[in-house]
């Protein structure tokens, strides 16, 4: 256990673009996108400074196929993830970043902004045997 390690990284943040879905050589579904985080504060002078960092989140599988049909650019979205390295050369230059690969979304944005959005993603959303429930056992009601 001693070489373990904990690695969650927990983001509330709106879509800064509509996700990319694709789908690997291997047949695997993978959803990319921008989202931005930010907060305020007051500098020394009682100046009020708007900060947004920006995140880019990979989400692979069932939770793909969610994010890349209900989310759209602005939409709030609260990711739970692990921070994961990555580094590119562009113009001969080795650049470093991070990216989030998700593991959990939940969707905040009202119900309203894309019909037939589903209110969450629990695992049981997710599972393509899931039936929704048709309501007709109201008499198997413990009350």
């Known amino acids: 256990m001693a070489n373990r390690g904990y690695n ?4 509330v943040g709106n879509l800064g673009k509509d996700p990319e879905m694709r789908v690997t050589p291997a047949g695997h579904r993978v959803c990319s996108f921008s989202l931005a985080t930010g907060d305020n504060y007051k500098d020394q002078t ?7 960092d920006w995140h880019t989140i990979t989400i692979w599988g069932n939770l793909a196929e969610t994010a890349s049909k209900y989310l ?3 939409d709030k979205v609260l ?8 580094d590119y050369e562009k113009d001969g230059v080795k650049h470093y970043t991070y990216d989030i690969v998700a593991f959990n979304m939940l969707m905040l ?6 019909e037939n959005a589903p209110v969450n993603n629990g695992d049981d959303m997710l599972n393509e045997d899931y039936d929704e429930p048709s309501g007709d ?7």
Do not use: N, W
Request: glycine fraction near 12%.
């Open 46 to 52: 009682g100046k009020l400074i708007e900060r947004t």
């Open 109 to 114: 944005s009202p119900r309203g902004a894309h």
């Open 72 to 74: 759209k650019k602005g």
């Open 8 to 11: 969650k990284v927990v983001l």
């Open 79 to 86: 990711i739970e993830g692990s921070l994961r390295p990555r």
């Open 137 to 143: 056992d109201e008499e198997d009601l413990p009350f």
